[in-house]
């Protein structure tokens, strides 16, 4: 429904109305920088020539000229975070409201309907997602036999404490604690039993979604935008994050007699060269078809997802090859970014959010300074050059990330024929797959 030109909409549901689409913005991951540019243009299509936005991770400040007064409106920051295609919905509706294409009202049922939109494939789906997904990272990290089973077990456990805990807001912050405390005395206690699991892998593949890769590489990029309050609450908050997991991983080993000093590998597994190198590409396939059920991927976004996580994985090892592990992010995220804008815009993909978040979680930074802090239990001087290593492989993802986009940002500019052409082969390609 497209509003009336001549009849603007009242300024109290347009008020709210934007900051309800800067809490699902938020939810959905997008930098405050990015947030505010969008609803200046939402309040722009809607006739409001003066506003001023602000927006931090947990709180939207919005000013807008009503007559010859101003009128003001302070909002709380999201709760909880969205799902993919959620979040898929949510860009839609940004994209129809920078074109006043809908009523403000409309729009806020609009967002009503999606933050209540149950799960794509039910719990059913989102626990066999978790498993799926675990298995997958097991196969990229460390593809043995017994951490892949181990993998489908703690896999299954994590997922259904997470369909426990849907919907309440107050076990968010003690879960990921729960659940790595959970996963490290299961883990321990079947090393007791004479299991060879290599622990570091071990816990790390079921926890995987919990890791803040995304928030501290996200704090790093809006550090680098010059966004100090954003970028320090999302740094601290992504660290604090990785301690609880580090407290509960510590905590579950105590609980069944292991000390600090027992996170490290106990077995060594001998596996072919062949299955070492075929293992890896395996396990970012399935990552991506369990990231797909787990968190609810919008429909025909599954090729582009598993398309752009392949992208992402073989860029990454080709630079580790060339350059470093640690610099092995800043390419893999140049090129996924731009990537990402060009599958949305270009080729009528999902939002670019919705596939590079899962690259997020593959690249994993998280885990490099997981496994620093674990290290730090036990060996400081070891611990501490991880824990700088994963900074330094934080800091080349924000950069690759920022140099991305503003490569996809200057080629559009730059050479606006090879929209066109690129287009047309989307247009081609997607004709066929019609036939």
């Known amino acids: 429904m497209t509003p009336e030109r001549s009849a603007p909409p009242a300024t109290d549901t347009l008020l709210e109305f934007l900051y309800r689409l800067a809490q699902a913005y938020l939810a959905s991951g997008e930098q405050t920088a990015q947030v505010e540019l969008l609803l200046r243009r939402v309040a722009t299509a809607y006739g409001i020539r003066r506003a001023r936005i602000i927006a931090f991770p947990t709180a939207i400040f919005i ?50 309907e999606i933050q ?76 007791q039993y004479g299991l060879p699991l290599e622990p570091r892998h071990a816990l790390i593949a079921p926890l995987v979604s919990f890791l803040p890769g995304g928030m501290l590489t996200l704090g790093m990029v809006e550090l680098a935008y010059g966004d100090m309050v954003s970028g320090s609450s999302r740094l601290v908050t992504g660290f604090v994050q990785l301690l609880l997991l580090v407290f509960g991983l510590a905590a579950g080993a105590t609980l069944v007699g292991y000390s600090p000093e027992n996170l ?24 991506g078809l369990g990231a797909f059920y787990h968190f609810s ?66 690249v994993v930074p998280g885990a490099l300074g997981l496994l620093s802090v674990t290290q730090m239990l036990s060996d400081r001087a070891a611990g501490t050059e991880g824990l700088i290593n994963a900074l330094f492989a934080l800091t080349s993802i924000a950069l690759g990330t920022l140099l991305g986009a503003s490569m996809y940002k200057w080629l559009t500019e730059k050479f606006g024929w090879w929209q066109l052409q690129l287009g047309r082969v989307g247009g081609y390609f997607r004709r066929k797959g019609k036939r």
């Open 116 to 191: 209540r939109l149950p799960a794509r494939y039910g719990e059913l789906g989102i626990l066999a997602g978790h498993v799926i997904l675990t298995f997958g990272m097991a196969m990229v990290l460390m593809p043995s036999s017994t951490n892949l089973a181990a993998a489908i077990a703690l896999g299954a456990i994590v997922g259904a404490l997470k369909i426990l805990n849907r919907n309440r807001p107050l076990l968010a912050v003690p879960l990921p604690v729960v659940a790595a405390a959970l996963v490290s005395a299961l883990v321990f206690l079947a090393i």
């Open 63 to 112: 000013i807008v000229q009503d007559g010859d007064q101003e009128r003001v409106t302070l909002a709380e920051g999201p709760t909880q975070s969205l799902r993919l295609d959620q979040i898929a919905h949510v860009y839609t509706l940004g994209q129809a409201a920078q074109k006043a294409e809908v009523t403000p009202q409309a729009g806020l049922e609009r967002l009503t």
């Open 264 to 287: 490290t590998d106990t077995a060594v597994t001998t596996l072919s060269p062949l299955w070492l190198a075929v293992s890896p590409w395996l396990g970012v396939v399935i990552f």
């Open 297 to 362: 991927a919008p429909k025909n976004s599954l090729l582009w997802m598993l398309f752009t996580l392949l992208v992402v994985y073989a860029v990454q090892q080709g630079a580790e090859q060339f350059f470093s592990e640690r610099a092995s992010g800043f390419f893999a995220m140049l090129v996924v970014t731009p990537l990402g804008y060009l599958i949305q815009l270009r080729f009528r993909g999902p939002p670019a959010m919705v596939t590079f978040l899962p690259s997020f979680w593959l």
